[in-house]
């Protein structure tokens, strides 16, 4: 009486170590929730700190065009000649264009708060992807990364487009997942949600076929380590067309709904691969100080600006996951097809990873802005990153000095990332690593800057705050508007500054100039500098005063490297 058996111990030492899992499991879990809320409340109260983008006003007004497309029941189709809008899909615009007309809120603010939303629906795809693969602390740790990404939570706000698209891709990529490996017998209702996240992916922009390629991938890999005889893969590959076609016709659908103009020719849709698979026009990009045409760009100019603009804790998963996944390699014995049968979740993930790089390697499209057209391999890398640093946590699980090492050296790079992105604020989504220059004032020099002049809503304010300095001090105003030269869109100018200042296209006349740094496009225009918006010692923008200029010296000048 009184004595354990042998087995009985064993039941019982399993049952501790499962609740202790399962307790830290829930932790985890809340964790990753408080995380969701804390986004949600940083959304609602800064959404209307970021300056207009480059792009918005004529995503807007194609957002409109298409709305008046559907309110005069087709008859005006002014959409599909605006400019060359007309090769996108019109989905984040419409949608807000739509809410233009039933929300009380400025409507650049209402594009704002919309696209952090898309960004933290991206955050939750990635967490719920990668819980799905790796469990609850992976996921924790992949919603971090992707959340202490600059170029992803620093941009949700204004890259309207691209984080969009991103966020539907990784949506994608999540039910893709779920039927990796049930491809011969795909749920129906998983099947119509993976149409829905396609189609919105295609309604944005014509990148949204890569999730119809990852899936043709997936299932002619799966295909090739499930059925050996050409009878069985006969039986495969017209079961998961079978359980595809719900997801096509719907992404269909979906696609003809927000970008009809593919739908109005049946070329239409090669047009707009082609277009943006070799789109080329006259522009300028810079890597590590080196400036050149955008159709001239190295084969690794994406892998060189993912290096820089990711956090180091971010990499430090990467290396950590490739380490883990070629250990794992090693270890295969002679049965690859039972190993990698039980790998098509993780097979999905590294087809959405390696294709898209692969293609810019071999395709070497015309590429700028950095990571900003691929925007949507951020999440996929988070995932795989936090996979990676979960995975090296557990292998120094016996190890307890490697672990404590492991811990606080992703503590201290992640708070360094955190103490960077808030000293950035607002534009966060020009962060750059350690690995970009010595310092930020460099990294800013050296690499892309700020490409979407977001800065125009604080420097409006510099140069507004002047003049009223300036009358308040002469005691009267003058008879004329100020002529202001901004680098960026006229429009995006126009919307920060009051009715006394008018934006002109004439530089020579311009008594003011507005300008960002990137690329010394602030050395274009002379003048006295009247106020800089600096962040970590590097300087973003400048407001020049140039009304004491005469002759040559207000003539605009090519921006050149130093």
């Known amino acids: 009486m009184g004595i354990t058996t042998a087995p009985h111990r064993c039941i019982i030492g399993r049952l501790i170590m499962r609740m202790r899992h399962l307790m830290t499991s829930s932790i985890y879990k809340k964790l990753s929730y408080a ?9 609602l109260l800064t959404f209307k700190q970021y300056g207009v983008s480059n792009d918005e006003e004529v995503q807007h007004v194609y957002g409109r065009l298409l709305l008046k497309f559907y309110s005069s029941g087709f008859a005006d189709q002014s959409a599909f000649t605006y400019k060359n809008l007309y090769l996108y899909g019109g989905f984040f615009d ?4 739509s809410l233009e007309k039933i929300l009380p809120i400025w409507v650049w603010d209402i594009r704002h708060l919309l696209s952090a939303i898309f960004g933290l629906a ?4 990635v967490y719920k992807i990668t819980e799905k693969l790796a ?9 971090l990364l992707l959340t202490m990404t600059g170029a992803w939570s620093g941009a949700m706000f204004t890259h309207t487009k691209d984080v969009s698209f991103g966020a539907c891709m990784a949506w994608a990529l999540y039910y893709s997942t779920l039927i990796s490996d049930k491809l011969d017998r795909i749920p129906r209702n998983i ?10 992916a295609l309604g944005l922009r014509i990148g949204g076929a890569f999730s119809v390629i990852y899936l043709l991938l997936l299932v002619i890999i799966a295909c090739l380590i499930q059925a050996p005889s050409l009878k069985e893969k006969l039986s495969f590959y017209t079961k998961a067309f079978i359980g595809l076609l719900p997801a096509g016709i719907v992404a269909f659908a979906i696609m003809a709904l927000f970008w009809p103009w593919a739908m109005m020719g049946a070329d239409h849709i090669l047009i707009a691969a082609k277009s943006f698979s070799h789109f080329e026009f006259d522009m300028s990009s810079i890597a590590n100080g080196q400036w050149f045409s955008i159709g001239d760009i190295s084969r690794f100019y994406l892998l060189q600006y ?13 290396v950590a996951g490739l380490i883990m996944c070629g250990a794992s390699l090693l270890r295969i014995n002679n049965h690859f097809r039972a190993y990698f049968s039980e790998k098509l979740p993780e097979i999905t993930l590294a087809i959405t990873l390696l294709f898209p790089l692969l293609f810019v390697l071999y395709d070497r499209p015309a590429l700028y802005n950095g990571v900003r057209h691929f925007t949507f391999i951020i999440p996929p890398l988070a995932i795989f990153s936090g996979i990676g640093l979960s995975n090296a ?4 699980k016996t190890y307890p000095r490697w672990k404590m090492i492991l811990t606080s050296a992703c503590l201290l790079l992640a708070f360094n ?17 350690h690995f970009a220059a010595k310092s930020m004032q460099q990294a800013e020099h050296d690499w892309e800057s700020d490409y979407w002049s977001s800065n125009i809503i604080e420097s409006s304010k510099i140069l507004t705050d002047y003049i009223n300095n300036e009358e308040a001090h002469l005691a009267k105003k003058p008879d004329e508007p100020y002529y202001v030269a901004v680098c960026a869109e006229s429009f995006q100018g126009q919307v920060y500054l009051d009715k006394r200042f008018v934006v002109t296209r004439d530089w020579v006349r311009a008594d003011f100039y507005i300008s960002a740094t990137t690329m010394n496009n602030d050395a274009m225009l002379n003048g006295k500098t009247i106020g800089k918006i600096e962040r970590l010692g590097a300087k973003i923008a400048v407001v020049k005063d140039r009304r004491d200029l005469i002759g040559e010296e207000r003539r605009p000048h090519q921006a050149k490297p130093d």
């Open 35 to 43: 995380l969701f809320g804390a986004l949600a409340i940083f959304i």
């Open 94 to 97: 419409l949608v807000a264009a």
């Open 122 to 125: 991206g955050i939750i795809a």
């Open 135 to 143: 469990g609850e602390r992976a996921a924790l740790l992949a919603a």
């Open 191 to 200: 099947s119509i949600k993976l149409g829905i996240a396609v189609g919105f």
């Open 306 to 318: 993912l290096a820089i603009r990711l956090p180091e804790v971010f990499l430090l998963g990467l």
């Open 393 to 396: 946590y557990q292998a120094f």
């Open 417 to 433: 990332t955190c103490y960077l992105l808030f000293k950035l604020h607002p534009y966060q989504y020009l962060y750059y690593n």
